[in-house]
């Protein structure tokens, strides 16, 4: 079974940063790609971030791209999401996600918990 849990959330003024973490168990982790969504309420979920295996690739939303960035440590099995210039807009609840191949990277068949970010001044 896999089990995700995101950190590092909280509250920041317009401009901020945070750093998102996610802890991946199992023995999964370094043979699947892993994303970044998000889900405001009474919206969709939306993928905005995704990584590639061996972290050699990446793929950002054009509304994140630029200030946003992602990685992973597949040895801590640690998935990383960087957010720098932080809007109002960016507020809502942050999960990351296994992202199966059979579905592609910005998907995820197993999901974390959440983790709420809120720029607000």
């Known amino acids: 079974e896999v089990q995700l849990v995101e950190s590092g959330g909280g509250m920041v003024q317009p401009g901020g940063s945070l750093r998102l973490s996610c802890a991946a168990s199992?023995?999964?982790?370094?043979?699947?790609?892993m994303s970044w969504c998000r889900q405001a309420p009474g919206k969709g979920r939306e993928c905005v971030s995704a990584?590639?295996?061996?972290?050699?690739?990446?793929w950002y939303t054009d509304t994140v791209k630029g200030r946003f960035t992602i990685s992973r440590d597949n040895a801590k099995h640690t998935l990383t999401l960087q957010m720098n210039s932080l809007s109002t807009e960016d507020t809502t609840l942050y999960y990351c996600a296994r992202s199966p191949p059979t579905t592609g990277w910005g998907t995820g068949d197993y999901w974390g918990q959440g983790t709420q970010v809120t720029v607000s001044t």
């Open positions: 199992g023995r999964t982790f370094s043979s699947y790609d």
């Open positions: 990584i590639k295996i061996i972290g050699d690739s990446t």
